[in-house]
């Protein structure tokens, strides 16, 4: 397997957990919260897509697919554009409600992006410096390896709030 190979299977990894915890859901069980200020499977999932979608359209010189693809507008969500969670208050996780269809459309044309992009990967860009601000300066291969990194936690994180909606008998498919 080469690397491109093995980036497109970590990320197909990232949208089966995805799916995974999101479908057959309805909009309350996503919006669930196991406590007033955990984090719901809607607003984890979001966010997961969000850091995909900038990081990927940042380290290749894309626009991010939630504004060229329109999704910004169909989430309504009261954020600004390049709002992607990352320090969200309470209040801020509770406000992001969706159903699973376009979640689930979300992250799934994050996905196809993200594999048009990784696809003609070769070894050698994986060493292309992305973010020079960092010290050391983070490469095209570490970026990618911090998504997925962040992404399989989150969506972890969205499975196992799934198994206490459904045992408390709250999953409302």
């Given at each position: 397997?080469?690397s491109a190979g093995l980036?497109l299977?970590?990320?197909g990894r990232i949208?089966e957990?995805?799916?995974?915890a999101v479908?057959?859901l309805?909009?309350?069980?996503?919006?669930?919260?196991?406590?007033p200020?955990?984090n719901?499977?809607?607003?984890?999932?979001?966010?997961l897509?969000?850091?995909q979608?900038d990081?990927l359209?940042?380290?290749?010189?894309t626009?991010?697919?939630w504004?060229?693809g329109?999704?910004?507008a169909?989430?309504?969500?009261?954020?600004?554009?390049a709002?992607?969670g990352y320090?969200?208050?309470?209040?801020?996780?509770g406000a992001?409600?969706?159903?699973a269809?376009?979640?689930?459309?979300?992250?799934?044309a994050v996905?196809e992006?993200?594999?048009?992009?990784?696809?003609?990967?070769?070894?050698a860009?994986?060493?292309?410096?992305?973010?020079?601000?960092?010290?050391p300066p983070?490469?095209?291969g570490?970026?990618?390896v911090?998504?997925?990194?962040?992404d399989?936690?989150?969506a972890?994180?969205a499975?196992?709030?799934r198994g206490?909606v459904?045992?408390?008998?709250?999953?409302?498919?």
């Amino acid at each position: 397997m080469d690397s491109a190979g093995l980036l497109l299977d970590s990320f197909g990894r990232i949208r089966e957990a995805v799916h995974g915890a999101v479908e057959g859901l309805g909009e309350d069980a996503l919006a669930a919260r196991i406590d007033p200020d955990a984090n719901s499977i809607a607003w984890l999932v979001w966010h997961l897509t969000r850091i995909q979608d900038d990081h990927l359209a940042g380290a290749f010189g894309t626009e991010q697919v939630w504004r060229a693809g329109g999704w910004q507008a169909r989430f309504g969500l009261p954020f600004p554009a390049a709002a992607t969670g990352y320090g969200h208050t309470s209040a801020q996780v509770g406000a992001v409600r969706a159903d699973a269809g376009l979640l689930l459309g979300y992250h799934d044309a994050v996905h196809e992006r993200t594999a048009a992009l990784l696809a003609p990967v070769t070894d050698a860009d994986l060493d292309r410096v992305v973010d020079a601000s960092w010290d050391p300066p983070v490469t095209l291969g570490v970026r990618l390896v911090s998504v997925i990194a962040e992404d399989l936690q989150h969506a972890g994180q969205a499975a196992y709030v799934r198994g206490v909606v459904e045992r408390r008998g709250t999953a409302d498919g």
